[in-house]
């Protein structure tokens, strides 16, 4: 069984920064491809961004590119997301999850396992 927590969620307003951290308590980490996707109250969960096995892909959904980084450090069984430029439309609950295949996917069905999410709230 795979257990994923995400920390670094808060409060930010408009232009500002954060990045989220979720760990992941699984011997094969780096096995695994990872996403984060996220849920605005009242909307679907919808992709973000997603990073393979062995860092050589990632991919970002379009509302992100160029304003979120995602990467993994495998020796710490730990993937990031770098946040900037933020705006209101960014507050939603961010989850973490992983994917035992390895494969870099937007399909939030792909997905193995998940995260119990972190609040990400942008002011204006």
């Known amino acids: 069984q795979v257990q994923l927590v995400e920390s670094g969620g808060g409060l930010v307003q408009a232009g500002g920064s954060l990045r989220l951290s979720c760990a992941a308590s699984?011997?094969?980490?780096?096995?695994?491809?990872m996403g984060w996707f996220r849920q605005a109250p009242g909307k679907e969960r919808e992709f973000v961004a997603a990073?393979?096995?062995?860092?050589?892909?990632?991919y970002y959904a379009d509302s992100v590119k160029g304003r979120f980084t995602i990467s993994r450090d495998n020796a710490k069984n730990t993937v990031y997301l770098q946040m900037n430029s933020l705006n209101p439309d960014d507050t939603a609950v961010y989850y973490c999850?992983?994917?035992?295949?390895?494969?870099?996917?937007?399909?939030?069905?792909?997905?193995?396992?998940w995260g119990q999410g972190t609040q990400v709230t942008v002011s204006s």
């Open positions: 990073i393979s096995w062995n860092v050589g892909d990632t």
């Open positions: 699984v011997r094969t980490f780096s096995s695994y491809a």
């Open positions: 999850a992983a994917d035992r295949f390895g494969a870099v996917g937007a399909n939030s069905k792909d997905y193995d396992y």
